[in-house]
């Protein structure tokens, strides 16, 4: 278990850099405001085209190391606009200082940590009002971190239980954390929201491999959720682009199936106009237990007869729900599909 160590070093520098690149973005989008021609996002572009040109040439032997090769080269491209926009030019002066100043006591592990630990009290949140023992008897538990080097598509992924390589023990509840040298500013800034759906959809959640909804509809759910907390809770911790960053940057690389599913809750949930009735549903879906005689894909099946339904007859699909005591008694109100 562990990262080689080039690859550690350059996690390192990856979530330092972002972490103060975070901090500094309330002064980037000022400095940007009034200069149309060079936009927040011109900016963050220029930070990951040195990010990539870092991860993917230095070969740095330790962390200083590390930190000052990646500030030459964002400072190279930084010297590209500082006469355009001086201000946006200080920031990242700013940013390269502020890593520098860090490095000596700068952890990736505690980094990580603190962002897993904000999407887990979102979580926590999104599940706090669930009337269903199945869901609350889940709401103690705690995954811990593994970070991998590794090429797989999905950033994090959740493991019930995990066997490290060269390891004999095997670990329960386990959050893979993918590094690999495509990682971009935008992957930083979804991290909590990433948390918190590993724990809203697979482990407060009864997680049956239903993609529609743990994959799919709980997507939508979490995002939402997380909207309109941000919107209601000034004190939150979060950023505007972090509660942006899934539906910005993230939402075009999800598979078919996710993807479809996710559309489809999201136009539910606003044509439902109900935001307690639709957690309601979902909380009821998240504790889905089979009972005799019902398949383990039972939530899958519910979702497409509600989309069928949707796509044919609203004002009749709307009925149904308001008359159905509970999602059972609605699924057999809806047509097979």
Not at 304 to 330: C, G
């Amino acid at each position: 278990m562990g990262l080689p160590d080039t690859a550690d070093i350059k996690l390192h520098a990856y979530t330092l850099f972002c972490r103060q690149l975070l901090t500094h973005l309330p002064a980037l989008n000022d400095a940007t405001r009034a200069a149309l021609h060079l936009t927040v996002q011109d900016c963050l572009s220029r930070f990951d085209q040195s990010l990539h040109q870092f991860l993917n040439e230095a070969s740095p032997l330790r962390l200083e190391q590390a930190i000052n090769e990646f500030g030459a080269v964002l400072q190279g491209r930084v010297a590209l606009f500082r006469t355009q926009n001086p201000r946006a030019a200080d920031v990242f002066d700013r940013v390269v200082q502020a890593a520098a100043d860090a490095v000596s006591t700068w952890r990736y592990q505690e980094d990580l940590e603190a962002l897993h630990q904000q999407g887990r009290e979102l979580a926590l949140h999104f599940y706090a009002g669930s009337p269903w023992p199945a869901t609350q008897a889940r709401l103690n538990r705690q995954a811990q971190l593994v970070v991998e080097f590794s090429g797989e598509e999905s950033p994090l992924a959740f493991r019930e239980h995990y066997l490290p390589d060269e390891a004999d023990q095997e670990l329960t509840d386990v959050i893979l954390v993918r590094f690999r040298f495509t990682c971009d500013f935008a992957l930083y800034l979804s991290y909590p929201y990433l948390f918190m759906h590993e724990y809203v959809a697979h482990i407060f959640a009864t997680d049956y491999n239903n993609q529609r909804f743990n994959d799919g509809w709980l997507l939508h759910a979490a995002e939402a959720f997380m909207r309109r907390r941000w919107n209601q809770s000034p004190e939150t911790l979060l950023s505007r682009e972090q509660v942006a960053a899934f539906g910005e940057h993230l939402y075009g690389q999800l598979e078919d199936v996710p993807r479809a599913a996710y559309r489809f809750a999201r136009d539910f949930d606003a044509w439902l106009g109900d935001p307690e009735r639709f957690q309601a549903m979902t909380w009821e879906l998240a504790a889905f237990e089979p009972r005799a005689g019902e398949s383990d894909f039972w939530p899958d099946q519910f979702i497409n007869r509600l989309e069928q339904e949707f796509d044919h007859n609203r004002p009749r699909l709307r009925r149904k729900i308001q008359a159905a005591r509970d999602l059972r008694a609605l699924f057999e109100m809806l047509a097979p599909v």
